[in-house]
């Protein structure tokens, strides 16, 4: 089997906690979801999920870039960035690009998902608006860290290997595409129903 196609035991650890926290994401958003519908208790599972990506892997990734750089640090964490800068170099040294995006995503991501969680649960009224919040901001880090790199001709990106390609760089960031894509998409069917369903109770009333 060529190189290309080797899965190495530390792309086999980072896999699996990546599974592990889906797992646990689903879990506790199914969990939280109980008596809800279809729809709301898969949002919510990808919310847990989105949220402990945010503060348990992109987290300790920002205070390890302050303290020193992904390269130099070691335990299971520094292992999978690691292993992902395999794919993006930008991700092993301090790159003030990822750092600033990922200092947002942590910060205003992670505590938009943890509302959103709390106004699905609660029926909130305000559950669409923090759920368009939060996907546009998914969406613009995404553009932000891959847009200027393709702009350079992809100088840090690994495009020659099957896992670092295919997996790490399109798998997991078009995950991180299509869930706010379709999040959007149910807000705005859910909001056109409230709009009709508000005008047809005014027009009653007239």
Same mark, same amino acid.
């Given at each position: ?75 299971? *964490? ?5 292993? !992902? ?34 106004? *699905? ?43 670092? =390609?295919?997996? !790490?760089?399109? =798998? ?23 709009? !009709? ?7 009653? =009333?007239?």
């Amino acid at each position: 089997m060529g190189a290309g196609w080797e899965l190495g035991a530390a792309a086999g650890r980072s896999l699996l906690l990546c599974a592990a926290l889906l797992l646990a994401g689903c879990a506790l958003g199914l969990r939280l979801g109980r008596g809800r519908g279809s729809a709301d208790r898969g949002v919510l599972a990808w919310l847990c999920y989105d949220a402990l990506v945010h503060f348990a892997l992109e987290g300790p990734f920002v205070y390890l870039s302050f303290v020193g750089n992904i390269a130099d640090s070691e335990g299971l *964490i520094a292992s999978l960035w690691k292993e !992902y800068g395999k794919a993006d170099a930008r991700w092993l040294y301090f790159d003030p690009t990822i750092v600033s995006l990922e200092i947002l995503t942590v910060v205003l991501d992670g505590s938009l998902a943890l509302v959103l969680i709390y106004a *699905i649960v609660k029926e909130k009224y305000y559950r669409h608006f923090i759920q368009i919040t939060l996907c546009v901001c998914e969406l613009y880090g995404g553009w932000m860290t891959f847009f200027p790199d393709w702009l350079m001709g992809s100088p840090n990106l690994n495009t020659d290997n099957w896992l670092y =390609f295919g997996v !790490y760089l399109v =798998f997991f960031n078009s995950v991180w595409v299509l869930m706010p894509g379709l999040l959007l998409w149910q807000s705005w069917v859910e909001l056109r129903k409230m709009y !009709y369903k508000g005008t047809s109770a005014g027009k009653k =009333f007239q």
